[in-house]
């Protein structure tokens, strides 16, 4: 497979800001991820390890999109579950249902990714911390296999400041090609107000990685590259009812543009329109079909035209 | 090689309900402390385990004085588990969670340890590889995890200790718990498991429950006082065993575990079984983390359980 999805899937149950809490829907970044990659191209899969009960869950979406199993490893009896509970600001805390330490178990190895990457793979989606062992691994069989990373930010340093963070960053971003983070992120790390969009991008230009998604949230997101930067506001495709998902869909689709090797305009213009799919309902989108294919590369395109002409 | 003892690692901070304790990080974890147990009377045994890099710093000493195998340990991510452990009066002990929201986010150190621990797979690997007797681990009641390893266990034909892990001791555990039974030949369980997962009050009314549990042996850790060795019918209530100093008793229940697997798959009684395990436990007790030399010990450890053997057997 050209492009794999990487990392953990959580199940999850979704608290609104009014402390309703909704039904259970598939979720976590690998998945979100591989929708957007499903969105964009058949040639993709999943790669991770979970619950012996993510086909119940998972199994007929999975199917029904054409999907290779072939990278899932069933190592415990439970996939992980998360309760996200929003806030008012948008943003959301979570719980994992069945402890963290069974989530620790089913985190995504460097040589799980190894073993799923294929000669015409090119590239992967991983949401990663900071760890330097890990890292170190993934530079080790990225190298061997000329194979291409998306790494979408997560995690702390171990002291939990921004300084050893951004020391930390800083310290492995060059294994990575492609970057995402949003702006809550970025502010912790960089220590610049996250609505100072001007000064983050300034420094993630810095960053030796040939592509950063920079999330902003509901007013949408900037591909960055070290020479430019491109705003795209967020797009909506309908209503949209639930933003879980959108940074990890955003993110994978980002890596699928750019390994196509589309412009900045059109990178962040479909990493939009992911996300506007993936917030038209709770969960993923329900049925990728060759039509919606279709549909989502004309609206990016569009919308990628007019990124343009505006510039 | 004649023994696999797994499982998880951690470096230890210990301090007792006075206030007193550790002033330097102490190598822990169940399978250190179980391979204490077994090391204690052989040397053919060796840790398998995933660690942090940071492990050597703490371990590297210890691994080259006593000769310990290497093959075994992992390196997956930057930092072992590092545990601070605050004892309560009743002897049991618990996380700091003052240090935890200091030094690290709770969250992310249980995932740490998630991240480590050990698969089947981990086992499988080295009991393929070389002729195993027997098998020690500290682990949950996965039904999943438990499937994989009796596929490993029957194919390699080792004996296999389980320690059966806290979380695990609620009574509507139970089913999950008699699945995980069917691979193990030894079992490991203290009182206040024993109390929950029974929902019963006595020692006495836990070992009815343990009697009829489908294991040759079970070891039945009762604190300070000891322990009971339990086969079938059998029942052995074997006193602590005597230690010239009384220093930390983290990581007794591991060590005496690991040390019964050994005796176990030695061949030896019920009553040795129990011996054993005490003796380790003894020698564990008599400073902070884990047995310091081997060497030092070892004629004297197998001098005081004949001692002991030989008394109760009179």
Redesign the interface.
């Known amino acids: 497979m050209k492009y794999l999805a990487c990392g953990n899937i959580m199940s999850d149950i979704v608290i609104d800001a009014n402390g309703v809490p909704g039904p259970l829907h598939m979720g976590g970044p690998a998945f979100f991820a591989l929708t957007a990659l499903r969105l964009w191209t058949k040639d993709c899969k999943l790669v991770c390890k979970t619950?012996?009960d993510y086909d119940e869950t998972y199994g007929s979406w999975m199917d029904l999109h054409g999907l290779s199993r072939e990278s899932i490893r069933?190592?415990?009896?439970n996939c992980t579950v998360h309760v996200l509970k929003y806030r008012p600001d948008g943003l959301f805390d979570w719980e994992?249902m069945y402890?963290?330490?069974?989530?620790?178990?089913?985190?995504t190895?460097p040589q799980q990714i190894d073993e799923a990457c294929e000669d015409d793979t090119k590239g992967f989606y991983f949401a990663n911390g900071l760890?330097?062992?890990?890292w170190r691994k993934i530079d080790e069989f990225k190298t061997r296999r000329g194979v291409k990373m998306m790494w979408e930010f997560g995690?702390k340093a171990?002291?939990?400041t921004p300084e050893t963070s951004l020391k930390m960053m800083k310290n492995v971003i060059h294994i990575a090609d492609m970057w995402s983070i949003n702006s809550a992120e970025a502010e912790f790390l960089f220590g610049i107000p996250r609505d100072k969009d001007e000064d983050i991008i300034n420094e993630i230009m810095k960053l030796p990685v040939e592509m950063t998604l920079y999330r902003v949230g509901k007013r949408g997101a900037y591909a960055v590259t070290p020479s430019t930067a491109v705003f795209c506001e967020s797009i909506d495709i309908t209503e949209s009812v639930d933003p879980t998902g959108c940074g990890n869909s955003s993110t994978g689709a980002a890596m699928w543009a750019h390994l196509e090797g589309y412009d900045p305009e059109m990178v962040v213009s479909i990493a939009n329109v992911t996300a506007g799919y993936n917030a038209a309902q709770l969960g993923p989108i329900p049925h990728i079909t060759d039509e919606i294919m279709k549909d989502a590369f004309e609206i990016a395109s569009q919308k990628a035209l007019k990124l343009k002409e505006g510039k | 090689m004649d023994y696999l003892v797994a499982g998880n690692v951690m470096v230890d901070i210990v301090r007792f309900a006075d206030g007193s304790g550790s002033d330097r990080k102490n190598m822990g974890g169940p399978s250190v402390f179980a391979y204490s147990g077994v090391k204690l009377w052989t040397d053919s045994s060796m840790l398998v385990c995933k660690v942090?890099?940071d492990f050597y710093e703490y371990f590297d000493e210890w691994l080259e004085k006593n000769n310990v195998v290497r093959e075994g340990i992992k390196?997956?991510?930057?930092?072992c588990n590092h545990s601070f452990l605050v004892y309560k009066e009743d002897g049991t002990y618990m996380g700091d969670p003052e240090r935890f929201t200091k030094?690290?986010?709770?969250?992310?150190w249980?995932?740490?340890?998630?991240?480590?621990?050990t698969?089947p797979e981990d086992i499988g690997e080295f009991s393929s590889k070389y002729n195993i007797k027997g098998v020690y681990l500290a682990q949950n009641n996965?039904?999943?995890?438990w499937r994989k390893f009796s596929e490993i266990k029957k194919r390699d034909g080792f004996k296999f200790m389980w320690e059966i892990e806290a979380?695990c001791c609620e009574p509507n555990q139970m089913e999950a718990n008699l699945n995980a039974l069917k691979s193990t030949d030894i079992f490991s369980i203290n009182v206040q498991e024993a109390c929950s997962l029974f929902e019963v009050d006595t020692e006495e009314e836990c070992i009815e429950k343990l009697k009829q549990l489908p294991v040759d042996v079970t070891i039945f850790r009762v604190g300070k006082k000891g322990l009971y060795s339990i086969a079938g019918n059998e029942v052995f209530f074997l006193p602590s065993a005597p230690a010239d100093r009384v220093v930390d008793p983290t990581g007794c229940g591991n060590t005496s575990t690991g040390s019964a697997m050994y005796a176990y798959s030695e061949g030896h009684d019920p009553l040795m079984i129990g011996i054993m395990a005490n003796v380790a436990s003894a020698q564990n007790i008599r400073q902070f983390g884990v047995i310091p030399d081997f060497d030092a010990v070892r004629e004297f450890a197998y001098k005081q359980a004949k001692e002991l053997y030989d008394n109760y057997k009179k």
């Not at chain 1, 402890?99 to 985190?107: D, R």
């Open positions: 619950g012996a069933v190592e415990a009896d994992s402890g963290y330490e069974a989530l620790g178990y089913l985190i190895p760890d330097t062992v890990i995690g171990p002291d939990g | 942090g890099e390196v997956v991510c930057d930092y030094e690290r986010h709770r969250s992310d249980i995932q740490d340890f998630g991240y480590m621990k698969t996965d039904y999943v995890w979380p």
